[in-house]
């Protein structure tokens, strides 16, 4: 083999093209907590849940798997709660109401109260109904996040 072959070899091996460039940027590694719609992430188990704020009274929680790829939200046995004054001895619960997208399926809305303040927290649990395979982890701990830690979606960027 000629030395122009194994730089050309060498070049093909080290350094990226465009095409396997635009390739990895596609490929998900598991537990990535980047922000597919600009919100915030948490996990329950191997889950995601990316939470965007769309106005003082919308909140979208969109679900992903542990290699971030979308999940249908009827895969999960959702409860979403509002605190109001949240670990005070006055912390009120209210249980919220939610509604699926059809086009995203993987897509819930949160409806809060008008009357909520910025202090408040959202309480979920989410269990996987039924696991996707052995070794998955799922967990009906409960999380939290206030809501003043939830982004707001941005024009043009927020894909719902």
Do not use: W
Request: a positive charge.
């Amino acid at each position: 083999m000629s030395k122009l072959n194994c730089a050309f070899l060498l070049t093909i091996i080290f350094f990226p093209t465009e095409q396997t460039r635009a390739e990895s940027k596609k490929t998900h590694m598991a537990h990535s907590h980047h922000s597919e719609h600009n919100g915030a992430v948490i996990m329950l188990g191997d889950d995601h849940f990316e939470f965007v704020r769309e106005s003082k009274s919308m909140v979208h929680v969109f679900a992903s798997d542990k290699f971030r790829e979308p999940v249908m939200a009827g895969e999960f046995s959702l409860e979403f709660s509002l605190l109001s004054n949240a670990g005070s001895p006055n912390e009120q619960k209210k249980t919220l109401s939610y509604n699926a997208y059809k086009e995203k399926p993987y897509a819930i809305m949160l409806q809060i109260p008008a009357n909520s303040s910025e202090k408040d927290v959202i309480e979920f649990k989410a269990p996987r109904l039924q696991l996707p395979k052995k070794g998955y982890i799922s967990s009906n701990k409960p999380q939290r996040i206030s809501l003043e830690k939830i982004p707001k979606a941005q024009q043009g960027k927020h894909k719902h």
